[in-house]
């Protein structure tokens, strides 16, 4: 797996959050969510298991578009609805045809952009931009480890992968960017 960081020191307090991916550049890009409740468990938010806002894991993701390299208006959400029962949430992004094949994502040349909505209404928008290298994007994690509350940390770190078959792709990127 080859890597790229560029990291920001922007953190901030969060009980719900929104995160919104817009392009309407023709290609399949995904958002998703991992989680690690506070048991231990991990889950994944994806297209292929959208979550649920009202039961556990309290994430959902609102459709998969773009499927197929479409142009146009696509856009996805994911909403996180209740942190309490979690320890830490992932977010990412990932080029679906690009992991696939193990090819650099259209990053570079798409519109894709995020914005990540706090429940008052503070946001913060990223553009994805790892240049020639990378097809998952992990922008973000909401740590909820502290008593005093959930603290969301802009990560942003490129990762190429070759087939997405499991969560345990995605927490290598995790455990690199602990490492660090």
Same mark, same amino acid.
Not at 80 to 100: A, K, P, S
């Given at each position: 797996? @080859? ?6 020191? @922007? ?11 817009? +392009?309407?550049?023709?290609?399949? &890009?995904? =958002?998703?969510?991992?989680? /690690? ?15 649920? =806002? ?20 696509? /856009? @996805? ?5 209740? =942190? ?5 949430? +992932?977010?990412?992004? +990932? ?11 259209? &990053? ?58 499991? =969560? @345990? ?12």
């Amino acid at each position: 797996m @080859e890597l790229q960081q560029t990291s920001f020191d @922007e953190i901030i307090d969060v009980k719900q959050l929104t995160v919104s991916m817009k +392009w309407t550049t023709a290609a399949d &890009f995904d =958002l998703a969510a991992a989680y /690690e409740t506070k048991e231990g468990k991990r889950g994944l938010v994806y297209f292929g298991g959208l979550g649920n =806002l009202d039961a556990f894991p309290y994430i959902r993701l609102s459709k998969d578009d773009g499927v197929g390299d479409t142009g146009g208006d696509n /856009e @996805e959400s994911l909403h996180i609805n209740r =942190l309490y029962g979690m320890n830490h949430v +992932w977010l990412f992004c +990932w080029d679906y045809g690009r992991v696939q094949e193990g090819k650099s994502a259209r &990053f570079k040349d798409s519109d894709v952009n995020l914005t990540i909505t706090d429940e008052l209404g503070n946001n913060v928008t990223v553009e994805i931009d790892t240049g020639e290298r990378g097809n998952v994007y992990y922008m973000a994690s909401i740590d909820n480890t502290n008593p005093t509350g959930a603290t969301l940390i802009n990560t942003s770190l490129a990762g190429t992968l070759k087939g997405l078959k499991t =969560l @345990e792709q995605l927490m290598a990127l995790v455990r690199y960017t602990n490492e660090k």
